[in-house]
């Protein structure tokens, strides 16, 4: 018998139907013998209805406000369900964040977890109930309502399942697992049965939206086994693991891209200390998120400075960078918003030279070019122009051996 | 400077631009000075869609999770009219019940308010704040969420009010006060300026759908000075007053009246102790709810036993008293759902005789036959045939001097 912590999002519980579908996979579970507690989403289109409705009386609602509205999402689906499970004979009870003590800081809107009373879950898990709670939202040490910010609820289950110390958090989801790469992109990606968390963390970060980054983070900090599953087909999903040293471990799990960059560049800035700050001070200052940084060696006392961005935020940082490089007497500012970002990423590469060089010549060999590298421990990025993404990540699929074999279609 | 507690209704409320319109109302209170506290419903249409929603996953929803459902409704309300009221520049914060502390009974559904922690409510008055709370819920010892019932945010407006010693409680509806009777069927009815408590728990018992009737319970156990206004129309409204001897207090305040009786008659029941509830016992089993009910002193050692139900379990209350018949070896068992029951009410008439046969001459001259007749201290009502409503109540109008003078139109 296993605590098992199950997360649906909004897709999964769009509907009466769903939520009655749900309900039939959950006491399933718990037929089995599996105390179970499950986190649930508000349901899909409901939070944004909420904020027209917000925005029909305030152009700007203040942030605790929105915060008290937007809670009532995931309160419907947590009585919607608990009221579907009783009806299949499973004895449910439904809590909002405020009932399970779900603390969180007070920045509403993006508070974060601090601590959680499981008792309440406990007391009901002992009495043989499925105790059904709502995902995204907390309350602050006044007692006000706080929310998670969009895909808490990714969040709430983790945090659930660390101090429940349950046994498996399982995110429901409407992919099937996380794949070695976009099935769209590369037809023959296939499901991963396991990745590690940092592979998990880099393949998140990097534009796999399978699951919440901030939820990774927090399962990789109470280690909570992580399985990522599909709502509407069955199957084991891909477990997240935290084996530090996995024999079987493949040298590449995936290949990650994300094709909302844009790169930016100041050539000719000053090569002494302190510059790098002084530039991305600015654009920090201006609320743009910085992704990839890059300098080089310089030549003639002066080098050249290139970041991206996300592509929605490019001509802003442009206009921000452009002072800057005035100020900084750079020669001048150059950029390019049809690039995008190619990543393999695998714990295996740690202890094997040469996948750099193989991820290069690759790419190479299909004649694209590249205009910037970045590499951590286990993932190597490289940027290049827009229309090679999927030729570059199908090369790249196909040289570290991660196309499905034929016979497993 | 008063402390006053308003209440809006759900039509008051029921969409983005009638929340602005109670937000600039209730900033030009404080602008006057006052300290604010603002209970409001679901927006009108959304328990019933809540409802819908509860059906479309389970035919009889748990109560406790129909509660967590239901009170969505209040929270949508009260976080917009926050974000309405802060747009104009009124420092506001809305509070559900949970966090004001709304201390109910655990009778889902139909919670009773037990105590109301107002040190909150007074922090943020302190502080210049509306305080916007949501009505219809509370929560129970163990933290559940509770609801009152409908129209049970009129109830939470008093309790906050008695909570608080407010200075006034006032009730925003979609009529502007209480009236002598039903405008609809006397277009010479007018608007009390003021009516004892005890009259307006008549009034509302009888059918004239004002105020909740438990709301009125409330206010008079408390002695909160209660105020019915409209929430569309400009006015003073009617103010309920705790005064036993008001010198001008009229002989009757005004003539109540309710459509949807029934009455059911067993005749020949044997004439002895305990048979009244054995009747009584039976139909209240089957949870119908009686109103008038007379029994007449017995001839032949057998008795005729009356009693009105709502028209809508006639048919029910029918089936349970032929059974009791039957055991009782009465003679029949007759009905008639084709009835009306009018009222006069005053506190007028405790001090002064002769009310009850004005009444009665006033109908006889109209040709109207009197069913049956129930009196209390303050009122007396009769049971009427159906068709002779209208022109029963307009005769009792004019006979106690309540149609409007003719220059005050």
Redesign the interface.
């Known amino acids: 018998m296993a605590l098992i912590v199950q997360k649906y999002g909004g897709t999964s519980v769009g509907s ?1 139907d769903r ?2 579908a749900v309900a039939e996979k959950v006491a399933g579970m718990r037929a089995q013998g599996h105390n179970i507690v499950v986190v649930v989403s508000a349901m899909s289109g409901e939070t944004d209805r ?1 904020i027209k ?2 925005k ?7 942030a ?3 915060d ?2 937007l ?2 999402g995931e ?2 689906t ?3 369900l ?3 499970l ?2 299949i004979g499973c004895p449910a ?2 809590y ?1 964040g ?2 399970v003590h779900i603390l969180t800081d007070s920045a509403f809107g993006k508070a974060r977890i601090q601590d959680i009373d499981a008792r ?1 879950v406990h007391g009901d898990l002992n009495q043989g109930r499925v105790v059904v709670v709502a995902g995204f939202q907390g309350v602050d040490e006044e ?3 706080t929310t998670l910010g969009r895909g808490g609820s990714d969040t709430t289950g983790v945090a659930l399942a660390a101090a429940l110390k349950a046994d498996e958090c399982q995110i429901y989801t409407d992919v099937d697992g996380v794949y070695t790469t976009d099935p769209r992109v590369v037809p023959k990606a296939h499901r991963l049965h396991r990745i590690t968390f940092e592979e998990m963390l880099e393949m998140a970060s990097l534009g796999s939206k399978v699951l919440q980054i901030r939820s990774v983070e927090f399962a990789g900090k109470y280690k909570v086994p992580l399985r990522v599953l599909s709502s509407f087909v069955e199957g084991p999903g891909t477990l997240i693991t935290y084996e530090e040293s996995d024999m079987e471990a493949p040298l590449i799990s995936g290949i990650a891209f994300n094709r909302d960059e844009a790169k930016l560049t100041v050539r000719g800035v000053p090569d002494k200390p302190g510059i790098a700050a002084q530039i991305l001070g600015e654009i920090g200052k201006a609320n743009i998120n910085v992704d990839i940084i890059v300098q080089n060696v310089g030549a003639d006392g002066t080098t050249d400075f290139t970041f991206t961005v996300h592509r929605g935020e490019y001509q802003k940082a442009m206009g921000v960078l452009k002072q800057v490089a005035q100020a900084l007497k750079a020669r001048e500012v150059v950029g390019d918003d049809k690039i995008v970002k190619i990543s393999v990423v695998g714990v295996g590469m740690r202890s094997h030279a040469g996948i750099a060089s193989q991820m290069f010549k690759a790419l190479a060999d299909e004649g694209i070019n590249i205009q910037m590298i970045s590499t951590s421990e286990i993932k190597i990025s490289v940027v290049v122009e827009e229309k090679y993404l999927e030729l570059g990540v199908r090369a790249l699929h196909s040289t570290f051996g991660l196309d499905r074999p034929d016979e497993a279609a």
């Open positions: 009466p939520i009655a909420l409705l917000a029909s009386v305030s152009d700007v609602p203040p605790r406000e929105l008290v509205l809670a009532t309160q419907t947590i009585a919607l608990a009221m579907a009783t009806r009870r439904s909002t405020h009932q309440r007692g006000n309502i």
